[in-house]
């Protein structure tokens, strides 16, 4: 039998308190995670994560330390002082899940250049940071026969040249968090840190309800597997990614999606 865990391992994870990001971090509670520090703007919504993630926790016997810290990561300043915090509660990092975005859809000629600016300090430059801040972090956890992770994550609107809704600030910073993650896994490989993408299709979380509210006969029909993508499709991939197991995969772009970045989608925009 194969063990896939996370033994013993720090992990943060930007975008922690809900959605995506929420459930790699049960991923993690459920299998060997030594501490997580989940982050987003809201503080009652980290702490009410944690509050959850502590009862899962202690309903499945595990030992497992929930660090709640909230954080504008796009103010580039508040992110910064954010670390400093960090760095005082914690001596190295094995996993960083640089998970935290936005999106924003309009037509194209009343689309606020604002939105798009927005958009790209969040998916894309708090990214860069989240990197830059926690490099010496990482390092500290990294070895040969399990580095440290970072996981980026995309989206298949990185990839499908197909209309997103009106996405256009989003879909660039997706296809551009792709590249940079690729870029910095030939760079960081040798430091023992690996680095690969995920890139899910849709799931149904507060980022997406627009699209699922109005666009759930499109959606389905248009993915090769039929269905949206569940917590456990997230969590099985995202935890093998950050286990031992995986310590030669690096530079990956892993689409979770059930095969849509081959097809794209129809037409979304309501405009
Ligand atoms: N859902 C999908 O179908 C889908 C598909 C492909 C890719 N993705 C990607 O998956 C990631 C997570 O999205 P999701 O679907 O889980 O969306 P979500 O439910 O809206 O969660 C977004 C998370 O990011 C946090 N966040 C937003 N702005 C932030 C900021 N400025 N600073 C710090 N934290 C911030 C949110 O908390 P606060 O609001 O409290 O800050 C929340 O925890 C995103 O990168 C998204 O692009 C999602």
Request: charged share 20%; proline share 3%; glycine share 8%.
């Amino acid at each position: 039998m194969v063990d896939i865990n996370v033994n013993g391992k720090v992990a943060l994870i930007t975008g922690g308190s809900r959605g995506i990001g929420y459930y790699i971090a049960e991923s993690f509670v459920l299998n060997g995670a030594s501490t997580i520090i989940i982050t987003s703007r809201k503080q009652d919504a980290c702490d009410k994560a944690k509050a959850e993630l502590d009862k899962l926790s202690k309903e499945n016997g595990k030992k497992v330390t929930i660090i709640s810290l909230a954080c504008n990561i796009a103010d580039d300043k508040a992110f910064e002082k954010f670390y400093q915090e960090v760095s005082t509660k914690i001596d190295k990092l094995d996993i960083l899940i640089s998970n935290a975005g936005a999106a924003y859809g309009e037509t194209l000629l009343k689309h606020p250049i604002g939105a798009v600016r927005k958009v790209l300090d969040l998916n894309v430059t708090a990214v860069f940071q989240s990197v830059q801040l926690f490099h010496p972090l990482l390092v500290n956890a990294g070895t040969k026969e399990d580095p440290a992770r970072i996981i980026i994550t995309s989206s298949v609107a990185a990839s499908i040249a197909t209309d997103f809704g009106g996405t256009y600030g989003y879909l660039a910073s997706k296809a551009a968090v792709s590249h940079l993650g690729k870029n910095l896994a030939t760079q960081l490989g040798p430091q023992n840190i690996n680095v690969n993408i995920i890139a899910p299709g849709i799931f149904p979380t507060k980022m997406s309800k627009y699209l699922v509210e109005e666009k759930t006969d499109t959606l389905i029909n248009d993915n090769p597997k039929r269905r949206y993508g569940r917590k456990e499709d997230i969590q099985n991939a995202v935890l093998w990614l950050c286990s031992q197991q995986s310590n030669y995969i690096n530079g990956i772009s892993l689409p979770i999606d059930g095969g849509l970045y081959l097809v794209g989608t129809s037409k979304l925009s309501k405009f």
